[in-house]
């Protein structure tokens, strides 16, 4: 065998039978509401390496394992390589230009009193959605910010994403105006640039699985969940958006991504693209 045919075989995916492979996805799905039933390429090709290096010789002997005993190492291990983590600042500008011009001054003035806001971000992955949020949230409040609760939740079921997230240090894309920069990030020796405390603080970052019943202490004014339900087939999106629905504020707000939309029967009024009010 040449050297290059022994890489080969070292690299190769392992095979999945029919049985394993419906075994694992319908675990997959009634449990974190991702998708999988198109998806056996993407778990031969991310899963092979990860289950040898486990010490498994085969999907069935990992299947069976995780099965048994919901192993969480483990299947922390399988939701970070079957989920897609992919997110970046400024994603959909206009949208959260749309969030400053209407959606803030509204909730504002709505508690004025209480001076607190209530903001999810579902499904945050590393961290760049909410701390974006955090900066226009910040930036509209301006001098007033201090006397004003914004934390905002952002949760996602990949903990390595919300380790990411957690430290938050981050090769800085163009698209985040200079001043911004300044503002809210501190500049790193090694180029990559940190959030500022302000930032920092104003989010709580939490393991959280979107399949689970909402149980926080409050309602919310404003869920963001974007680019999450792409992976759940229909009536698993249907009954979650049921579930952010109840948790919403009379008049709060959920937002979703432009590349997707919900269900005619969805309780929200569609308010603009992506935009929707309870
Ligand atoms: C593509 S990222 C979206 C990040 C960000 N919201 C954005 O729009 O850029 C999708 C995230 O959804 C998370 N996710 C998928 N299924 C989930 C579930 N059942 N519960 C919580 N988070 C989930 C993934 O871990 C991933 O970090």
Not at 84 to 113: A, C, G, S
Not at 147 to 156: G, K, N, P, V
Not at 236 to 244: E, P, S, Y
């Amino acid at each position: 065998m040449t050297d290059s045919n022994h890489q080969g075989a070292v690299f190769s995916p392992m095979t999945i039978s029919d049985a394993d492979f419906r075994r694992l996805a319908n675990f997959v799905h009634s449990t974190y509401g991702i998708d999988l039933s198109q998806k056996r390429q993407l778990i031969t090709g991310r899963l092979s390496v990860t289950i040898k290096q486990l010490g498994y010789k085969s999907f069935t002997d990992f299947i069976d394992h995780i099965l048994k005993t919901r192993d969480e190492k483990e299947i922390t291990l399988l939701l970070n390589k079957l989920t897609t983590n992919y997110t970046f600042f400024m994603r959909e500008q206009d949208h959260l230009d749309y969030f400053r011009d209407h959606i803030i001054p509204e909730i504002v003035r709505r508690h004025e009193k209480d001076k607190s806001l209530a903001i999810w971000s579902a499904g945050c992955s590393t961290g760049e959605e909410p701390y974006n949020i955090s900066m226009y949230l910040l930036d509209y409040l301006g001098a007033q910010a201090s006397q004003w609760d914004t934390r905002i939740l952002a949760t996602d079921i990949s903990a390595q994403a919300l380790n990411t997230a957690k430290q938050g240090i981050y090769e800085l894309p163009d698209t985040i105006p200079a001043e911004w920069r300044r503002k809210y990030f501190i500049d790193q020796k090694d180029g990559r640039h940190a959030v500022c405390p302000a930032l920092k603080n104003n989010v709580i970052f939490q393991p959280f699985n979107l399949m689970e019943p909402i149980k926080f202490r409050r309602k919310f004014d404003v869920i963001f969940c974007r680019n999450v339900m792409i992976y759940f087939d229909q009536p698993t999106k249907d009954a979650l958006v049921q579930r952010f629905y109840d948790a919403t504020n009379p008049g709060g707000y959920l937002l979703i991504s432009y590349s997707e939309n919900l269900s005619p029967g969805t309780p929200y009024r569609r308010l603009a693209p992506a935009t929707f009010q309870k």
